[in-house]
């Protein structure tokens, strides 16, 4: 079974348009995990245009004081300040993105060969932490023994070029690439996540067609999805599938 992860990027930036403090990022969280989420992730960026470094925090004691089986996965660009704030926090996962801080989002996975010493480094000071490292990666079946080569413990494929075309041989054509970067990357000894425009629609061809994923990371689409049929629904209609 596929596990869910709930991305809180997009409550939070709900939540930051006023002063007011809500809607509250923790209790969405206990929300979702009460509705049978398997963890949380978040993307704490340098500007903190969604979630802040509260947040991270106040999500840690959440997790642990009350959902202990439930995984936190926190993912960014590995820079001094992530890198402390995961320390700090030590959650179950860190998933690292090659983003600029000024992207909107994740739009394109590690080039490793390019990043091999640095990525070497950052991975190895997240091991001294006992933490699970995960690097994003576009569907190039070239790309998963690179990460294990690093000593990545999973990669996570960028699933938005398939989202963005789905339903047309464009998307057809990233659904095999993505299947045949999962084959490379179990064949690698490397665990599969998942994340970026997966929805309701979507999902059950990537599931069928890429079998043996781990975690699927949800955010902008489960959040949508709530406007119309509330968090707890959402959540057990995406459990639905990855079950």
Known sequence: MTRLSVNLNAVAMLRNRRDIGW???TGIARLVLEAGADGITVHPRPDERHIRE???RDLQKLLRDDFPDAEYNIEGFPD???LALVEEVKPDQVTFVPDDPDQST???GWNIDDNRDFLRGVISRMKKSNLRVALFIDDDPSVPPDAWEVDADRVELY????AANFGNPEGTRHLRR?????????AAGLEVNAGHDLTLENLPAFLEAVPGVAEAS???AITADALLMGFGEAVRRYKGILS
């Open 178 to 186: 993505l299947a045949v970067t999962a084959r490379a990357a179990h």
């Open 23 to 25: 809607p509250s990022v």
């Open 106 to 108: 994740s739009d394109h």
């Open 218 to 220: 949800i955010g902008h």
């Open 54 to 56: 509260s947040d991270v």
């Open 80 to 82: 001094e300040r992530l």
């Open 159 to 162: 699933t938005g070029p398939y």
